[in-house]
Structures are given as C-alpha cells and as structure tokens.
C-alpha cells in the first residue's frame, strides 16, 4: 500500500552553499509526517546536493503541526517554524 503524501508546509526558498531555491517541507500521510530539508552531503572532499527525509509519527510531531497551523493563522514565524523543523532533524 502506498501513501499518499499531502504537502502541509514550503518554507521560504534560501541557498545552501552553491545551491539555490531550497527549502524545508513537511508532508502528512497516515500516521506519520514527512520532513524534507535541502542541503549538501559531504563524501571527502566533495560534497553535493541532497534532500534529507526524516519520519515521524504524528504523535511525535504534534508541537509541529501545532506550530504549522499558527503560521497559517498569521500567528507565528516563518522562522519560529523552520526553527521547529530544525529540532527533528537534530539528532536523526
């Protein structure tokens, strides 16, 4: 069975090293959330684009979803949410 994600966040686009128009996502399906983060992976000496997915059970990201549904009510910032997206990502 496959899921069907559903885009629920795109922060702002910004750049990572040489890379333009990146951004941070979050994805609901199911039980569980998808977080994409544009970056650089770094092999050696060289390093190149990548998009970093995380999963979590919606359990875990309720403060997410809460900080998601404050920015869309023009109640919090796009940095307190890229902030939040940040925090899972951390130790993953």
């Known amino acids: 069975m ?5 885009k629920i966040f795109e922060s702002d686009r910004f750049k990572v ?14 039980t569980r ?3 994409e983060v544009d ?3 770094w092999v050696g000496n060289t390093g190149g684009f990548h998009v970093y997915k995380y999963f979590i059970d919606k359990k ?3 403060k997410l979803i ?7 009510a023009d109640e919090a ?8 997206i940040d925090e899972y990502g951390k130790d993953r």
């Open 2 to 6: 496959e899921t069907k994600w559903e």
């Open 17 to 30: 090293g040489i890379y333009d128009n990146c951004s941070k996502r979050v994805y609901s399906g199911g």
């Open 33 to 35: 959330l998808k977080i």
């Open 39 to 41: 970056g650089i992976r």
């Open 60 to 62: 875990e990201g309720e």
């Open 66 to 72: 809460e900080k998601i549904t404050s920015y869309d």
């Open 77 to 84: 910032s796009m940095e307190d949410l890229v902030g939040e």
